[in-house]
């Protein structure tokens, strides 16, 4: 199974919202809820920010936000920050043995 | 506080061999499954393998069947990834990553990420 598709990048201005896609096929993204984004600044731990498509762990700003409609699957960063600028990656569960799927990682430039 | 440190890392000649190890704090470590997640230079990130709580379920990814083996060991807190036969393409940081802590359920996502150890395979 390939990776999941992310475009390579995205970007926004401050204040501004921003989507990132995730893109499977009817054996990952489409058939279970367990989708996972998260957030990773070069040098430092990857963060999850989202899980199960559109849950947010404690501590994560509610400007984050989630959702799947059939093989894709949406990050949506509102209200953007300076600090929101990293990589983001979305990974999607896909059965025993293979496990999980990464996508390839968007990189968010705020402008 | 969930902390996950790991160890093992260094530079290992192709065809060589190194044991990481990941020392767990913080929560009830033989109640949550593991994992190993790497990330090559310039490249995302990918997962490696999977281990239950129990150790009676293991999963490897289709790059490392064969040459890893991931192991714990509950009483002392500790994950740990055998990796055989190293390639240069097995060059990368290598995180130790728990799943279920946070959110209820090991499918549900990777939820506390050690800091990473780097491995880099060359001659």
């Known amino acids: 199974q390939s990776a999941l598709t992310q475009p390579r990048s995205v970007s926004g201005s401050p204040g501004q919202s921003v989507t990132i896609s995730c893109t499977g096929t009817s054996s990952d993204v489409d058939s279970y809820k367990y989708v996972s984004w998260y957030q990773h600044y070069p040098g430092k731990a990857p963060k999850l920010i989202i899980y199960d498509v559109n849950k947010r762990p404690s501590g994560v700003p509610d400007r984050f936000s989630g959702s799947k409609s059939g093989n894709t699957a949406s990050l949506t960063i509102s209200g953007l920050q300076a600090e929101d600028e990293a990589d983001y990656y979305c990974c999607s569960y896909v059965g025993s043995y293979t496990f999980v799927l990464f996508g390839g990682g968007t990189k968010l430039t705020v402008l | 506080e969930v902390q996950l440190v790991e160890s093992g890392g260094g530079l290992v000649q192709p065809g060589g061999s190194l044991r990481l190890s990941c020392a767990a704090s913080g929560f009830t470590f033989s109640s949550y499954s593991m994992n190993w997640v790497r990330q090559a230079p310039g490249k995302g990130l990918e997962w490696v393998s999977y281990?239950?709580?129990?150790?009676?379920?293991?999963y490897y990814a289709d790059s490392v069947q064969g040459r890893f083996t991931i192991s714990r060991d509950n009483a002392k807190y500790s994950l740990y990834l055998q990796m055989n036969s190293l390639r240069d393409e097995d060059t990368a940081v290598y995180y130790c990553v728990s799943a279920g802590i946070l959110t209820g359920y090991y499918k549900s996502g990777f939820d506390s990420w050690g800091q990473g150890t780097l491995v880099t395979v060359s001659s």
């Open positions: 281990i239950s709580s129990g150790s009676t379920t293991i």
